[in-house]
């Protein structure tokens, strides 16, 4: 779809991909997501979908995959404009090559602050019993003396956001002058790097269709509005639930978004018909 778009056409990319974590990589399966989730609701750590693992290789092969896509978006969007790509802080740099190598500057590693989120570490008791190496005299000995360790997974505040820039042609002016891009609006006052908003509440769920990895409308309304102007066109190539959609509709920016899950797309479609309502 992207190879559709008009080069130098588009003044924006503010995109969500998968972030490669084990099953929830490029070859997303909407079925096989949905039956995981169904399982965490009887885990031991809930709400993140049954075999969410993180394993290097699939960090690795993201940065290669998304290599391919930043290639298509370098060529789609204008001198000197900003590209957001959301990703696991544990992806970034593999990200952030991956766009790099395609020409795209890596300006800034943004932050989306939602807060304290569910601490998934997981203590040694339960792997110390069933440990088959250790004798059954000493576990107790050991679990004692693990007690109050855990593995390495802190509790999450953030998600990262990526923020490259294709160059410029010119100087930043002449860039601006001539296509409208390459700067930042600080009229409401100086902006930091951190994107203070809470996770969706249950409203805004039902309405994007229960999306596992749902952004908050007014996270993207906000990036929006700080990287781009009114009339611009945003692209989204990882589009989901449409959340830039009804950014765009609420911004007044034009939209292009792309989805390869049927089932999304048909709520998307549903989505923005009911946002754009709102407006007559």
Same mark, same amino acid.
């Given at each position: 779809m992207l190879?559709?778009?008009?080069?130098?056409?588009?003044?924006i990319?503010?995109?969500?991909? $998968?972030?490669?974590?084990?099953?929830?990589?490029?070859?997303?399966?909407?079925?096989?997501?949905?039956?995981?989730?169904?399982?965490?609701?009887?885990?031991?750590?809930?709400?993140?979908?049954?075999?969410?693992? %993180?394993? $290097?290789?699939? *960090?690795?092969?993201?940065?290669? %995959?998304?290599?391919?896509?930043?290639?298509?978006?370098?060529?789609?969007?204008?001198?000197?404009?900003?590209?957001?790509? %959301?990703?696991?802080?544990?992806?970034?740099?593999?990200?952030?090559?991956?766009?790099?190598?395609?020409?795209?500057?890596?300006?800034?590693?943004?932050?989306?602050?939602?807060?304290?989120?569910?601490?998934?570490?997981?203590?040694?008791?339960?792997?110390?019993?069933?440990?088959?190496?250790?004798?059954?005299?000493?576990?107790?000995?050991?679990?004692?003396?693990?007690?109050?360790?855990?593995?390495?997974?802190?509790?999450?505040?953030?998600? *990262?956001?990526?923020? %490259?820039?294709?160059?410029?042609?010119?100087?930043?002016?002449?860039?601006?002058?001539?296509?409208?891009?390459?700067?930042?609006?600080?009229?409401?006052?100086?902006?930091?790097?951190?994107?203070?908003?809470?996770k969706?509440?249950?409203?805004?769920?039902?309405?994007?269709?229960?999306? $596992?990895?749902?952004?908050?409308?007014?996270?993207?309304?906000?990036?929006?509005?700080?990287?781009?102007?009114?009339?611009?066109?945003?692209?989204?190539?990882?589009?989901?639930?449409?959340?830039?959609?009804?950014?765009?509709?609420?911004?007044?920016?034009?939209?292009?978004?792309?989805?390869?899950?049927?089932?999304?797309?048909?709520?998307?479609?549903?989505?923005?018909?009911?946002?754009?309502?709102?407006?007559v």
């Amino acid at each position: 779809m992207l190879d559709m778009i008009e080069t130098e056409s588009v003044e924006i990319v503010i995109t969500d991909p $998968p972030y490669g974590i084990s099953q929830l990589n490029h070859d997303w399966d909407k079925q096989q997501i949905d039956n995981s989730i169904s399982k965490s609701k009887i885990s031991t750590v809930k709400s993140i979908p049954v075999g969410m693992k %993180f394993d $290097p290789k699939d *960090s690795r092969e993201l940065g290669t %995959f998304l290599g391919k896509v930043a290639e298509k978006l370098y060529r789609v969007l204008k001198p000197g404009s900003f590209c957001l790509v %959301f990703s696991h802080p544990r992806s970034v740099h593999r990200v952030a090559l991956g766009f790099e190598e395609k020409g795209f500057e890596f300006r800034d590693q943004l932050i989306w602050d939602y807060g304290i989120g569910q601490c998934k570490a997981q203590g040694m008791q339960n792997f110390i019993k069933k440990a088959k190496y250790i004798d059954e005299s000493q576990k107790e000995d050991i679990i004692q003396k693990l007690k109050g360790f855990k593995t390495a997974q802190l509790a999450p505040t953030y998600e *990262s956001i990526l923020l %490259f820039q294709k160059p410029k042609v010119g100087t930043t002016v002449q860039n601006y002058l001539k296509y409208g891009t390459g700067l930042v609006d600080f009229r409401n006052g100086a902006r930091s790097n951190r994107f203070s908003h809470r996770k969706p509440n249950k409203q805004e769920r039902l309405e994007a269709g229960k999306h $596992p990895t749902l952004k908050p409308c007014s996270l993207i309304e906000d990036l929006i509005k700080v990287f781009s102007r009114e009339g611009d066109t945003v692209l989204d190539c990882f589009s989901g639930s449409a959340s830039t959609g009804v950014a765009c509709i609420r911004t007044k920016r034009n939209y292009i978004l792309i989805e390869k899950c049927e089932d999304y797309y048909e709520q998307s479609v549903e989505r923005l018909r009911l946002e754009q309502e709102k407006l007559v």
